[in-house]
């Protein structure tokens, strides 16, 4: 054992040495304040952000007042540094995006911003490796569907692989190659 005597001879009782009232109190706090958050809509990552910025106040309370704002503010200056730059590769935040990046940053609204800005930019970075598409084009598709690789793949193949079908298609009914439809003094 690390400890001595001395330090065994504060607690008067096994039942100081368990959790005391003190604990039980705390873990009761700890169950209501999660339960009022769900209620609320909040996650328990979004508590522990507003436990660290309400100070004594009530965490629930302080999301409820600020929650909103630092997403948005997170959104602002992360799409504000890609309109800023000399090409933007940002686009605009998704709402989801700029949460996701104050949960994990615990409020940190500076990181989160840089964290969204790093990480748009490595979404638009695959995306480019994934086709040749114009910068503007996929940036405004990640914008569109909230930094989602695959959907934005998806939209801007669609819009490249159409032009094609078209052709195709037409051609297929003989008219492509500036053939007109024979069938159609038939039908008058």
């Avoid at 940053?105 to 480019?128: D, F, P, S």
């Amino acid at each position: 054992m690390s400890g001595s005597i001395s330090d065994f001879a504060r607690f008067r009782s096994m039942e100081d040495l368990g959790p005391g009232k003190e604990k039980q109190n705390s873990s009761l706090h700890l169950v209501k304040l999660l339960r009022d958050a769900e209620q609320s809509g909040f996650t328990s990552e979004d508590i522990q952000v507003a436990v660290n910025h309400c100070g004594d106040g009530n965490p629930v309370e302080w999301l409820q007042e600020n929650w909103e704002n630092m997403i948005e503010t997170v959104m602002t200056l992360a799409s504000n540094v890609g309109h800023e730059a000399e090409e933007n590769t940002v686009g605009t935040i998704s709402k989801n995006e700029a949460r996701d990046a104050l949960r994990e940053h615990k409020g940190n609204i500076w990181v989160a911003v840089t964290e969204c800005v790093q990480t748009r930019q490595k979404k638009y970075e695959e995306l480019m490796g994934k086709g040749n598409f114009a910068r503007e084009d996929a940036v405004t598709m990640l914008t569109a569907h909230q930094g989602n690789v695959e959907a934005a793949f998806q939209e801007l193949n669609k819009a490249q692989l159409k032009p094609f079908l078209l052709r195709l298609w037409g051609q297929a009914d003989g008219q492509a190659d500036g053939q007109t439809d024979t069938t159609e003094g038939l039908n008058q």
